[in-house]
Nanobody
Framework: QAQLVESGGGLVQAGGSLRLSCAASGSISSIDAARWYRQAPGKQRELVAVITRSSSTNYADSVKGRFTISRNNAKNTVYLQMNSLKPEDTAVYYC??????????????WGQGTQVTVSS
């Protein structure tokens, strides 16, 4: 089994920064592609950022230039650096990753989510 555990959420004032972490654990070999999603109250879950195995990245237009997704393969961890935060960034942030298991199989997993609240 593979598990993803997010951390780093919290309350921050507009203009501030937070860094989210998503750590994979279990009988895993490595993380393949990984994504950060977010879901605000009453809204659909939306894709925020993607990072491939080769570290190519892509972002939602709403966060381009402010958010940066990165990875540390040695730690099986993916990060989301969020700068210049706005109240509209308030949401629960979820990590979703394709994980290669020790036996070679590929599984997908969601983290439990971490709350980010940006005050105006």
């Amino acid at each position: 089994q593979a598990q993803l555990v997010e951390s780093g959420g919290g309350l921050v004032q507009a203009g501030g920064s937070l860094r989210l972490s998503c750590a994979a654990s279990g009988s895993i070999s490595s993380i393949d592609a990984a994504r950060w999603y977010r879901q605000a109250p009453g809204k659909q879950r939306e894709l925020v950022a993607v990072i491939t195995r080769s570290s190519s990245t892509n972002y939602a237009d709403s966060v381009k230039g402010r958010f940066t997704i990165s990875r540390n393969n040695a730690k099986n961890t993916v990060y989301l650096q969020m700068n210049s935060l706005k109240p509209e960034d308030t949401a629960v942030y979820y990590c979703y990753a394709d994980i290669i298991m020790l036996g070679g199989s590929l599984v997908t997993s969601w983290g439990q989510g971490t709350q980010v609240t940006v005050s105006s």
